[in-house]
């Protein structure tokens, strides 16, 4: 992150998707966001019971913490993780303990790599990749999910429980806006049905698979290493303790 002068503290953020994915008139286009440095408002966010409970508080301290000019819906998941790590490092440094197993593991934040675009699978300038399933052999393309499209997804999933509380499709539904076509097919209706009556599973999760290998992101693994050697990866956990442990949930 580079240092910038201007009326409050405020640094650049590299995105992990570099900005190729977004539109040519978006200013994420240029691959970087300005971030402010946290401020007692903020703090004020991160305790709002409200946003709490209702699970937008991590997305409204963000929203706070964006200087550059943008719509928030439109910023790819990957890019958001960046801009997640950068305001903790931002707000209460770079240094951040969990607890695995009854100890206490200690990171720097700093060491986060990011998961970089693979530029030569771009086509055309957009956010949309092609996979051939390798059971089925149909060709599907299918796009990398925005802040926007994740709120679709959990109204979809709310609704679906209202009907029925025993619904249990994260999966498919999440898969249904995930992908774009199927064989050039680009109608929403034939990639629903495809996806609730004829998607293999063994086909479904190759592309999972392929989605977490090219998706630009950050890298928030850890290699855990126990008191016999073993070493097991795990998910560095997010959430509103990651920015401040005394906050409450």
């Not at 994740?150 to 025993?166: M, S, V, W």
């Not at 290493?225 to 409450?248: H, K, L, M, Y």
Request: net charge negative; hydrophobic share 35%; no cysteine.
């Amino acid at each position: 992150m580079e240092k910038k002068q201007n009326q409050f503290p405020a640094e650049e953020v590299t995105l992990p998707s570099k900005g190729l994915l977004y539109p040519k008139d978006s200013p994420l286009r240029k691959g970087i966001i300005e971030m402010k440095y946290m401020t007692a408002r903020e703090e004020d966010i991160l305790t709002n019971p409200n946003l709490i409970e209702n699970g937008t508080v991590i997305d409204k301290l963000l929203e706070s913490l964006i200087v550059t000019p943008i719509d928030y819906n439109t910023l790819l998941t990957g890019d958001k993780d960046a801009v997640l790590i950068a305001a903790r490092v931002l707000g209460y440094g770079n240094e951040y303990s969990f607890t695995y197993r009854g100890e206490e593991i200690t990171i720097d934040l700093n060491d986060i790599k990011d998961k970089p675009l693979d530029e030569s699978l771009i086509v055309d300038g957009k956010n949309e990749f092609s996979f051939t399933l390798p059971t089925s052999k149909k060709n599907i393309t299918f796009k990398f999910l925005t802040h926007g499209d994740e709120q679709a997804i959990d109204r979809e999933l709310k609704g679906a429980k209202k009907i029925n509380k025993n619904a249990s499709n994260d999966l498919t539904t999440r898969l249904k806006h995930i992908i774009t076509s199927i064989d050039g097919d680009y109608e929403k209706k034939t990639i629903r049905e495809y996806v609730d009556s004829e998607f293999l599973a063994r086909d479904a999760r190759e592309l999972r698979k392929y989605i977490k290998k090219i998706q630009p992101s950050v890298d928030l693994s850890y290699d855990y290493e126990d008191q016999r050697g073993n070493i097991t990866t795990i998910d560095i956990p997010v959430g509103i303790n990651f920015f401040w442990p005394d906050a409450t949930v």
